[in-house]
T-cell receptor, first 112, second 114 residues
Framework: GQNIDQPTEMTATEGAIVQINCTYQ??????LFWYQQHAGEAPTFLSY????GLEEKGRFSSFLSRSKGYSYLLLKELQMKDSASYLC?????????????FGTGTKLQVIP | ETGVTQTPRHLVMGMTNKKSLKCEQH?????MYWYKQSAKKPLELMFV???????ENNSVPSRFSPECPNSSHLFLHLHTLQPEDSALYLC?????????????FGPGTRLTVL
């Protein structure tokens, strides 16, 4: 099984940088995803990490340390539209197929 | 638009009703998923289908019955539900294997059980 932890809520100021952490415990790690979910909408894919290090994609970056069971999502130059829930999801092999388990999500509020 | 559609978008039903949720994907994926999302709880994986075969059933009550007639369509049949089953039901699809099988989600069906 898996145990995924991320903060429930965070608040940050427009234009600032915010880091959302995710820790996990799994026996067959095979990748970590970050998704963004605006209120009332479906989750949308942001990033994917399977090797240690930083993946950068525009204003968003995601970091992974497999030995520590730790990832973070870094959002730069925050905009009001970044107010959303950010879901950490861990993939593992299970029965020959990929299984993805989601964390509870971090609700980010961006304030002026 | 993610290429995954769900109908209906909203559904209100009594505990004795029978209804079905429908999901369709136009992405050429071979894996499809049903998730339940309740307030303040993580996305809960309910069922997984790979190449039309059910590969996972996460201890879901039998009042939820999935059906996958082909790799583009997925149904969730509902009967004798309970009020605690009220939630957002999300469908997703992906490639079953590969380096990055990100899941594409549909808009969800908001279900209310009275």
């Amino acid at each position: 099984g898996q145990n995924i932890d991320q903060p429930t809520e965070m608040t940050a100021t427009e234009g600032a940088i915010v880091q959302i952490n995710c820790t996990y415990q799994t026996s067959g790690f095979n990748g970590l995803f970050w998704y963004q979910q605006h209120a009332g909408e479906a989750p949308t894919f942001l990033s994917y990490n399977v090797l240690d290090g930083l993946e950068e994609k525009g204003r968003f970056s995601s970091f992974l340390s497999r030995s520590k069971g730790y990832s973070y999502l870094l959002l730069k130059e925050l905009q009001m539209k970044d107010s959303a829930s950010y879901l950490c999801a861990v993939r593992e092999f299970a029965g020959g197929y990929q299984k993805v388990t989601f964390g509870t999500g971090t609700k980010l509020q961006v304030i002026p | 638009e993610t290429g995954v559609t769900q109908t209906p978008r909203h559904l209100v039903m009594g505990m004795t009703n029978k209804k079905s949720l429908k999901c369709e994907q136009h992405l050429g994926h071979n894996a499809m998923y049903w998730y339940k999302q309740s307030a303040k709880k993580p996305l809960e994986l309910m069922f997984v289908y790979n190449f039309k075969e059910q590969t996972e059933n996460n201890s879901v009550p039998s009042r939820f019955s999935p059906e996958c007639p082909n790799s583009s369509h997925l149904f969730l049949h509902l009967h004798t539900l309970q009020p605690e089953d009220s939630a957002l039901y999300l469908c997703a699809s992906s490639h079953p294997s590969g380096a990055n099988n990100e899941q594409f989600f549909g808009p969800g069906t908001r279900l209310t059980v009275l």
